[in-house]
């Protein structure tokens, strides 16, 4: 049973638990969980991250913590019991977790490695403080190191700053706003670590001035690398000053044996010493650190003769020194050990070796020199900082290390009172000794003795460096033959305070001979008492001393014998009378000098001190010797401090009268001199001598005469340096006198306890008298005031031993209030006085209530005064911030209304108004400070408070006045963030302050300013707060983590709600006055509602119903509401507010409130139109949100731009809008599309001189010149997309206008920019666009892309592939769709994202331009592909079964024509799918139009090659012949036989008949083709390529066999097929040949541009395939007229492309890039599978079939002319003609080219016997035939030829049976030239995969365009054999089947395009311009004439798309003779 527990509450998951269980609680590692109930070995509770969800858990999994538990019961909260940082550092490390994950994810990688490197630190330090192991000073500083590392996370995590104290966390709700900022503020700086913002802060008063912090330089020494020495070396360390030239520290000493280790084995790895005491001052000095090696020896090292071996000698050995101030930053910076290496270098000459460092740091060179190079010290340095306590705890390890403490030689900056020390450092200088009758100089060595006075050697009293033990002798290092040695060594001498008096030293001489004995002989002594007689010790200088002489035999046994002599110079003056008999006599020539210095907390070396300690042995002279105390030393003093102020007071009990100010003096001097920074820790001393050793009961009374005589005299004198010394000392002085009193009223029981008062009133009296005097013009007084304000707070504390506080505050008003006012005194006082009060403030006594009650009023008095004038800001914020301290801390009182009472009457006003001056400057810190203040007397404030101060003000103009400041203020608070975005406990409080004054101060606003009194300033101004307030980035709950979300709640709730609350009823309150605020509040208040709050929003919306409600009232209509929120709602969603709920919200809410109005229809019409436009702005924010590709955000931009214009006609939203989109297009390099965007705002205006406002980018300026700049601007767009014809119109607009105004400058200008259009147009190079659909299917998608159909226009060389990729990459999550059938619902309604994609086809609109001969194809493919608004795309589909052995019986074409809202190009490069049609073709359709385009094909290469100048290569030919012929053997047309031809088919089909015979007709044609093909290729193939020619021939005669039965006449064929040649004057005498210039005129889709660069379509679905016909492919037989490495290239790799909708099942086949023609089908039978089997079926190209080779010739009666009718009956025998009227020369003799595998591939639908029932092409896959290398560049003859120079000539056809290429007329027959289109036919279209490349020699400039009309033509074509089968009738093409029938009865000629030689009839000039490309069509010109077909140079590219290439001059003149010579024949 589940029982609810009672002490374990609270718990660390230890285990993760997968709740795997019923009820189960999902748990991980380390979640904290509140447990609730128990039962059996489980827990039932909540995860602290999860409250909400409770669940069951194992007991075990869980470790149970301590826990508080309040609220037991359901609503019980539980808090763990441990230390608070503990916690803090629990959650802040999970909050930075998952910000710390981030920072991998975002590439900051740098602070990824820090947080985690501080992460783990932290962890660790937690696990330190939950140990329990730690003392409290550990604990102290673990949490230091923990509250430093949380600060930095935090600060660099951007989270927010933790306010601090003591290392814990503060609650803002026990401290003062004041303290909580300044808490902020010390956390902000310990964060920065930075001293510059520490020093702009104000320190607290009382607080003591900052000690010095000393260095100190760990050095150890690692090892001594030396290889020549071989002996025991010593080696001392120092510091030395290389400016004062002296050492400033001790030597430390590491004794080395001669392996170069410690000679004290325990000593290894501890050779380290600390260098203690240096200052900051220190650390700037040329500090070196020296080493000396003294090596312990042979006299000589190299010479073992030089002494015997076991005496040994101290022997100066090499030097080595290290620039601190070289190393300093590397130490400072690294924090830790660093290694050095120090050179050691040798002294070249001895005598100089006491100056060897000097000279190695001045780089002396000659004067030493080195070794060896292995010679070195290796040390290593360490820099410490802060006093020794703290380094021992924070290096324990160190001090473990046996560390040597090597102090400085002098007391350090701060002298401790406990530091006792009593040094005395000896320098041994020099000597000067005679030679003694020797020949070499002597080599001498001195001894030092410390005797005491009774002749005892002392033990251990003699330290040569630290890290050794101390000795009791000392022996100099021995400089080699030297009488005049310099020593230099420095000796340390810690001689007993006790043994110090008597004590002497003394020197020994001796001389060390190098011969065998080797003894030290003993030639002389020196000595020196370390006292003199006076008591002094030995003074701090150099001393000569006296040697006398002596020798071995002397005996020192009685030390009297020489201490009775004079030991130096100063002592021989003082006993003259010496004896010249002694045993010791002076060598008067030989002297030793010795320097001291005294290191001693109890010695003195001053005579003036002693004098004063010993006064009463020199009576008369005590008036001397105080005076002379001013010039002792400090340090003298302050050790002997306690003595001194002993001696004082016994001399002033010993006379008052006579002393007393001499002794006042004297104290005030030692008392000032504690007041340095030197001294100041002798303060504690001080004190400690008051309390407990002071005794002078009657001193008071001297000391305050003195004093009040001090202050009386201080308007008289001029110097006043003693009396300003004396205000210094008032804090000493008055506990003087205060412990004084205590002890005379103790001694005494309390007599005269009325004069003390009285004395003490009078005292205060003359303060006040000093503070009244006016001091400006005496700058002596103003500092005597000045250090009396300064010391006066300090006295409060002793006033308050003998006074009560009431008592103490009246002085201290009296005292404040005696200062002048702050007009009457200098700036300088201000400040002093100011800062007297806020010591006055902080002292103890200002915080009893009872002296509070009195020192306010005259505080705030002065604060009040400098706050009005604006003076000393920073101070009186401090002052300020103080009091409010004080109060909150004692806020429990009573008297505390009282005191804020008194603070909102006196500082209300006046901080509001400082505060208003300081933020119009922008002074942050000084804002801070006085916001704090602000916020700290408006939390104080209650009710009664409120109240108060509303009912004070006088009149309502006052009360306005304020109330306008006050919401200023907060207004300014939160747009000015004074406070840091980091600042969140701080910024939390001051909303929480803010919205409670509001609501106090809201019902006066109501109250007051309403009704009549209606005060709109007030009122707007209390709504533009409250708006301000809700939007505060710091209220957003929502974008915070949820614990932290939770904290707040729970302590403040949401305070966005109650102001929202607030706000809305004082909207209600408003009444009719609510007009005022329409349309004013509607974009803050709509700003608002956009806040993520749900209950805000529900509080706020039924305002604007409110808003409309009342403009109705007013205005009839709410058109201003409307107005107003359409403006905002666009400005603040496109800000990021807003989100769909809000949509639903905002419609459903108003919506219900409009609903029950009189109003509701316009109402109900403008939410819904309001949401809509939010829906459109919601995604055009999400598309514009970085990561967005341009294509988005450009669709979303339109979408959003046509909802402005069409739906609810905001004129200026929508202009906005079209310049954001220019913009994205001018960013994506969209250049016809941004001019077509700015295009739209041009059209709105008129070339009218109406002025302008500035708008946008644009200036105030006339309509005309907005106008005239942005055409201008548009053309230069149009320039730069390359879309010229679409400039010219506006070119033209321009020029008119310039030409109305007269403006001929402009106007020759526009019209060179027009002309020079007209040449780009010529001359430069444009690449076609592929064009693809898109389908958008999924609820997933943004609203303008859902469910919709798209054609969009694609970058250049952007083939299906790469668009694809795109979209996909454009929507991520989007799924390709692998069909293209239309989807069903369930895609449309799914939760998801679809994609179909697939190419399409453009059928464009300028047929009548496309239909022009003349015009060149340069100026056509511009309209083949722009001003487009229909597409078109097939699929292939078999209907009924599936016949297997024959697919395409069943094969059916689905043709879907697309028709787009707008045209392309346009505003963007895609629009929406209006409207689709679709149509079905018959297989029987289909097979035709394959078998047709075969045929033109094959007509047009042969015409290439009939009509060429050079012969060259004839590969191309020989493939294309082989790929029909072969494949028409092994099964081409044979399929179509097998499927069409067969009884069944034609029983099953009765209706085909005509097609049928159609189908035959046109496989006869093409044997006839290939018939007269062979005779060409029979005439121009090379020797070596017979065996192939002969094989084709008996191909062909296979193939015609095969077909012989259907085609009974076929044995009757042209000669070709016999193997004759035909020679070519015979065949088709009315052509010219091709010029090879004439190669470029062949059309874009002819063969020979197959591989060029022609425009392709993308490949996508082919409409002449599925997937069960496979993938149909183009043979490379039409790769002419290339290099052969680029043709090998362009069939080794085509740009083919392949979509993902290509195929029903899109197998792996469709998507590669191989060459098409590599690819096989995926699902044909294996013998469908071979290169050529179906080579006669393959598609063309994707327009229309090009003209066929030759025009038909113009019957008379129905014949041809009779010269025309024997020519062909000689060449062709009795073939049937097979002549195509509806094609035009141009077509015929030029097929199109091939396009890839493609959806889109689908003719252009401009020809009326071209419908949808057309036909499409379709073959299975024809892997390309390896090419043969040669030259493949084939040069046509011109159309000029001889009649008599005929090539052989093709079959013709019936003219009217079927739309095929007629055989040509005579040239001087009549040609009709109707324009003709350039449709595509639909069966053209490509294979599945994709066609090899166009040929790169077809740049045709102007392909000779094709007829796009069905004219007229002849009942009954001409006959050459008159055993003809009867005509068929015509085949029904088109659904405009009438016209057909129509055109055919009336019978005038068919049009066609003329080659160069046929005359036109009527010419005319074409239209100068092509119709304007954004303005309605122009009707299509009809005119009867030939086409001029220009020749152009040839010039072959590799380019993957079709480039026209400019027409030179001399090909025009060439056509131009041409054409003349053509109409001359005529």
């Not at 001291?596 to 020199?618: E, I």
Request: hydrophobic share 35%.
């Amino acid at each position: 049973m589940w029982t609810p527990t009672e002490e374990e509450k609270y718990g660390v998951v230890i285990c993760s638990f997968r709740g795997s269980v019923p009820q189960g609680l999902v748990l991980e590692i380390g979640e904290t969980v509140q447990i609730l109930e128990k039962c059996e070995g489980w827990y039932r509770g909540v995860s602290t991250k999860k409250p909400n969800i409770k669940g069951i858990f194992p007991a075990n999994y869980i470790h149970l913590k301590k826990a508080i538990v309040s609220n037991r019961g359901q609503y019980e909260t539980v808090v763990p019991l441990e230390d608070s940082i503990v916690t803090e550092v629990t959650a802040t490390l999970q909050e930075w977790a998952s910000l710390w994950k981030q920072l991998y994810v975002k590439h900051k990688v740098d602070l990824f490695y820090k947080l985690r490197h501080v992460m783990n630190e932290l962890i660790d330090l937690r696990r330190q403080l939950l140990s329990g192991h730690l003392t409290q000073d550990q604990v102290r500083e673990v949490k230091r190191h923990i509250t430093v590392r949380l600060d930095w996370g935090n600060e660099h995590l951007g989270l927010d700053l933790v306010p601090r104290k003591d290392f814990e966390v503060v609650d803002s709700d026990q401290i003062s706003v004041s303290d909580l900022y300044k808490m902020h503020l010390s956390s902000r700086q310990s964060v920065q670590q930075s001293t510059s913002q520490v020093d702009t802060m104000r320190p607290r008063h009382g607080e003591t001035c900052r000690m010095p912090v000393p260095h100190h330089f760990f050095l150890s020494l690692k090892s001594f690398t030396y290889n020549t020495i071989g002996e025991d070396t010593d080696v001392f360390f120092s510091l030395y000053d290389m400016r004062e030239g002296k050492q400033i520290s001790e030597r430390f000493l590491v004794r080395l044996n001669k392996n170069g280790g410690p000679r004290n084995p325990e000593k290894i790895e501890r050779m380290c010493a600390l260098f203690t005491d240096l200052s900051s001052k220190d650390m700037k000095r040329d500090l070196y650190i020296i080493a000396h090696v003294i090596r312990i020896g042979r006299m000589l090292l190299n010479d073992s003769k030089k002494g015997p071996a076991h005496l040994h000698y101290r022997r100066p050995y090499g030097c080595a020194v290290l620039s601190i101030l070289d190393v300093l930053q590397s130490l400072t910076e690294l924090k830790e050990e660093k290694d050095f290496v120090l050179k050691v270098y040798t002294c070249n000459n001895e005598s100089e070796w006491s100056q060897i460092h000097e000279n190695i740091i001045r780089k002396s060179s000659a004067k030493y020199s080195a070794p060896s190079a292995s010679h070195g010290l290796i040390i290593s340095l360490q820099l410490l900082r802060g006093d020794m306590e703290q380094i021992r705890r924070e290096n324990p390890m160190t001090f473990n290390r046996g560390l040597a403490i090597t102090r400085k030689l002098g007391f350090p900056d701060v002298i401790m009172p406990g530091d006792i020390r009593n040094d005395l450092y000896l320098t041994l200088e020099k000597g000067d000794f005679e030679r003694g009758g020797k020949s070499v100089q002597k080599n001498i060595e001195v001894t030092m003795y410390v005797l005491y006075a009774d002749g005892e050697i002392l033990k251990d009293c003699i330290s040569l460096g630290s890290g050794e033990p101390n000795r009791s002798s000392y022996h100099s290092f021995v400089l080699y033959h030297s009488n005049s040695p310099r020593w230099g060594e420095i000796i340390k001498l810690p001689i007993p305070i006790d043994r110090f008096r008597g004590s002497h030293l003394r020197f020994e001489f001796r001389h060390c001979s190098t011969k065998d004995k080797g003894e030290k002989k003993l030639f002389g002594f020196a000595f020196s008492p370390l006292m003199r007689d006076d008591g002094t010790t030995l003074s701090d200088d150099i001393h000569e001393l006296y040697v006398y002489k002596c020798d071995e035999n002397s005996t020192f046994n009685n030390h009297a014998l020489y201490l009775g002599l004079p030991c130096c110079k100063e002592d021989y003056s003082g006993c003259p009378n010496i004896p010249s008999s002694l045993i010791f006599q002076r060598s008067t020539k030989e002297s030793f000098f010795i320097s001291t210095q005294l290191s001693s907390t109890k010695l003195t070396q001053n005579v003036d001190l002693l004098a004063l300690l010993k006064w009463k042995a020199f009576p008369d002279r005590i008036m001397d010797i105080l005076g002379r105390l001013r010039h002792v030393n400090g340090e003298e003093i302050v050790k002997f401090l306690q003595d001194i102020l002993d001696t004082l007071f016994v001399i002033l009990d010993d006379n008052t009268e006579k002393y007393g100010l001499l002794v006042f003096q004297s104290l005030v001097f030692i008392i000032n001199l504690l007041r340095d920074i030197k001294y100041f820790h002798f303060r504690p001393v001080m004190d400690t001598y008051i309390q407990k050793h002071f005794a002078g009961a009657l001193a008071y009374k001297e000391l305050i005469r003195c004093l009040k005589w001090y202050m009386d005299c201080s308007a008289e004198l001029i110097r006043q340096d003693h009396i300003q010394e004396a205000m210094r000392a008032l804090e000493y002085l008055f506990k003087f006198i205060v412990q004084s009193r205590i002890l005379y009223s103790r001694a005494t029981c309390g007599m005269e306890e009325e004069q003390f008062r009285s004395s003490i009133q009078e005292l205060f009296q003359s303060i006040r008298f000093v503070l009244s005097l006016d001091s400006r013009n005496s700058e002596t007084l103003l500092f005597t005031q000045a250090a009396l304000l300064n010391s006066f707070p300090t006295i409060f504390d002793e006033l308050l031993q003998m006074f009560t506080v009431q008592e103490v505050a009246e002085f201290v008003r009296g005292t404040l209030g005696s200062m002048p006012s702050t007009v009457h005194i200098g700036q300088s006082m201000d400040v002093v006085k100011l800062q007297s009060i806020a010591r006055t403030v902080d002292s103890r006594l200002f915080s009893f209530s009872e002296s509070r009650r009195i020192l306010l009023p005259v505080v705030l008095h002065h604060i009040h005064l400098h706050l009005r004038q604006q003076k000393e800001l920073l101070i009186c914020s401090g002052i300020l911030g103080s009091i409010f301290s004080i109060i909150k801390t004692s806020s429990l009182e009573a008297d505390v209304i009282e005191e804020v009472e008194m603070m909102v009457e006196s500082l209300l006003d006046v901080l509001l108004q400082t505060l208003l001056t300081i933020m119009s400057k922008s002074h942050a810190q000084e804002a801070g400070e006085y916001v704090s203040c602000l916020l700290s007397l408006l939390r104080q404030m209650c009710d009664t408070h409120y109240q108060h101060l509303l009912d004070n003000f006088q009149s309502k103009d006052e009360l306005k006045e304020f109330l306008l400041k006050i919401f200023c203020v907060f207004r300014n608070l939160m747009k000015m963030s004074v406070f840091p975005r980091d600042w969140m406990v701080m910024r939390l409080l001051t909303s929480n302050i803010i919205v409670t004054t509001v609501q106090y101060l809201s019902s006066a606003l109501h109250k007051n300013f309403t009704e009549t009194d209606f005060d709109f300033k007030v009122w707007n101004s209390y709504f533009s707060l409250a708006v301000l307030f809700i939007n505060q980035p710091s209220l957003q709950l929502e974008i915070i983590t949820s614990s932290k979300r939770k904290k707040i709640l729970d302590k403040y709730g949401d305070m966005r709600v109650m102001m929202a609350y607030e706000l809305f009823s004082m909207w209600q309150n408003l009444g009719e006055h609510k007009i005022h605020f329409i349309p004013g509040m509607i974009g803050p208040f709509l700003g608002v509602t956009l806040v993520p709050q749900p209950e805000v929003r529900n509080i706020m919306i039924p305002i604007f119903h409110d808003m409309m409600d009342w403009e109705q009232r007013k205005n009839g209509n709410f058109k201003q509401v409307e107005a107003e929120l359409i403006d905002k709602l666009d400005s603040m969603v496109s800000e990021g507010k807003g989100d769909e709920s809000y949509r639903e919200l905002f419609g459903l809410l108003l919506l219900e409130k409009v609903e029950q109005e009189t109003w509701r229809e316009t109402g109900i019409s403008f939410v819904t139109s309001v949401t809509r436009l939010m829906e459109r702005l919601l995604d055009y924010r999400d598309c514009m949100k970085g990561e967005e590709t341009e294509n988005k955000k450009i669709g979303c931009t339109v979408n959003l731009m046509n909802f402005y214009k069409s739906e609810i006609n905001k004129e200026e939203m929508y202009i906005r809008y079209i310049h954001k989109l220019c913009d994205m297009h001018l960013q994506a390099e969209n250049y016809t599309e941004a001019a077509f965007t700015l295009l739209l705002y041009c059209e709105l205006l008129q070339w009218e001189e109406r002025p302008l406002r500035e708008f946008l980018h644009y200036p105030s300026q006339t309509e005309w010149q907005r106008k005239e700049g942005l055409c201008r601007k548009i053309i230069h767009y149009f320039n730069k997309g390359k879309s010229w014809e679409f400039g010219i119109p506006l070119c033209r607009e321009l020029a008119c206008q310039y030409e109305s105004l007269y403006d001929y400058q402009s106007l020759s200008w526009i019209r060179k920019m027009e002309a020079s259009y007209y040449d780009n147009i010529m001359e430069q190079q444009r690449l076609e666009p592929e064009f693809f659909r898109v389908g958008f299917y999924g609820r997933k998608f943004p609203f303008f892309l859902r469910n919709k159909e798209y054609v969009c226009r694609g970058h250049d060389y952007e083939r299906l592939e790469a668009f694809q990729q795109r979209m996909l990459s454009e929507f991520p999550q989007a799924v390709a769709m692998q069909h293209p059938n239309h989807p069903d619902d369930a895609i449309l309604q799914c939760d998801a994202q679809y994609l179909q994609i697939y190419a399409v086809t453009p059928i464009p609109d300028y047929v009548d331009v496309l239909q022009m001969d003349r015009v060149p194809d340069r100026v056509k493919s511009f309209y083949r592909v722009n001003n487009v608004r229909k597409f078109r795309y097939d699929r292939p589909f078999h209907k009924g079964p599936k016949d297997k052995e024959n697919e395409f019986k069943s094969l059916w074409i689905e043709r879907t024509t697309l028709t787009l809202t707008h045209s392309l190009p346009g505003i963007s490069r895609w629009f929406e799918v209006e409207r689709r049609e679709l149509v079905e073709v018959s297989p029987l359709e289909n097979a035709i139009q394959v078998v047709e385009n075969k045929n033109q094909e094959l007509r047009a290469l042969i015409s290439q090659y009939q009509h060429k100048q050079v012969h060259s290569n004839i590969n191309l030919l020989s493939m294309c012949l082989n790929g029909v012929i072969d494949a028409a053997v092994n099964g081409g047309i044979a399929r179509y036989q097998e499927a069409f031809f067969d009884k069944d088919y034609i029983t099953k089909h009765p209706g085909d008949a005509e097609k049928i015979t159609q189908l035959k007709e046109l496989m006869q044609e093409q044997v006839h083709i290939l018939g007269v093909g062979l005779a060409v290729h029979e005439k121009f193939v090379h020797p070596e390529m017979r065996p192939l020619h002969k094989k084709l021939i008996d191909q062909f005669q296979m193939m015609r066999a095969s077909l012989y039965h259907e085609f009974p006449g076929l044995d009757k064929l042209s000669p070709a097929c016999s193997g004759t040649s035909t020679p070519r004057g015979n065949v088709l005498a009315s052509h010219s040949p091709m010029s090879p210039e004439s190669m470029k005129m062949t059309h874009r889709h002819s063969p020979m541009n197959l591989m060029g660069t022609g425009r392709h379509s993308s490949s996508s679905l082919s409409s002449h395939a599925s997937s069960e016909a496979g993938n149909v492919v183009m043979l490379g037989d039409s790769n002419m007229g290339e290099a052969p490495e680029d043709l090998y290239h362009h069939m080794q790799a085509s740009p083919s492309s392949s979509s993902l909708s290509s195929t029903h099942s899109a197998p792996s086949q469709m998507i590669t890039s191989a060459p098409s023609s590599a690819r096989g089908s995926p699902s044909l039978p294996d013998k469908y599978r071979h290169a050529r089997e179906m080579m006669l079926l393959l598609p063309t190209h994707r327009d229309r079939p090009s003209s066929a080779m030759y025009p038909a010739a113009i019957l008379e009666n129905g014949q041809l002319p009779n010269f025309q009718r024997a020519l062909f009956q000689q060449v062709v025998g009795a073939c049937k003609p097979c002549s195509d009227p509806n094609l035009s020369v141009a077509e015929k003799a030029v097929p199109a080219a091939p396009s890839s595998w493609s959806l889109d591939s689908g003719a252009r639908e401009a020809q009326p016997f071209l419908s949808a029932h057309t036909g499409c092409i379709l073959a299975p896959p024809v892997p390309p035939r390896s090419l043969l290398h040669g030259h493949y560049s084939l040069h046509f003859d011109a159309f000029h030829h001889p009649l008599g120079d005929t090539p052989p000539a093709l079959p013709a056809r019936t003219l009217r049976k079927s739309p095929l290429h007629p055989i040509p007329a005579s040239p001087t027959s009549p040609q009709s030239g109707l324009d003709g289109s350039n449709s595509t036919l639909s069966g053209s279209a490509s294979s599945g995969v994709s066609s090899l490349s166009e040929s790169n020699f077809g740049h045709s400039s102007e392909a000779p365009p094709r007829t796009d009309t069905m004219d007229s033509m002849p009942s009954q074509a001409w006959n050459a054999d008159e055993d003809l089968e009867p005509p068929y009738l015509p085949v029904h093409y088109s659904l405009s089947e009438s016209a057909v029938l129509d055109s055919i009865k009336a019978q005038p000629c068919r049009s066609h395009s003329a080659p160069g030689c046929v005359i036109p009839q009527d010419p005319m000039d074409p239209p100068a311009l092509p119709p304007k490309p954004y303005h309605p069509r122009l009707p299509a010109l009809e005119h009867d004439e030939g086409v001029l077909l220009r020749e152009e140079a040839e010039r072959p590219r590799g380019l993957h798309r079709k480039a026209s290439l400019p027409p030179g001059s001399v090909k025009e003149e060439q056509a131009r003779m041409a054409w003349e010579h053509g109409r001359g024949e005529q």
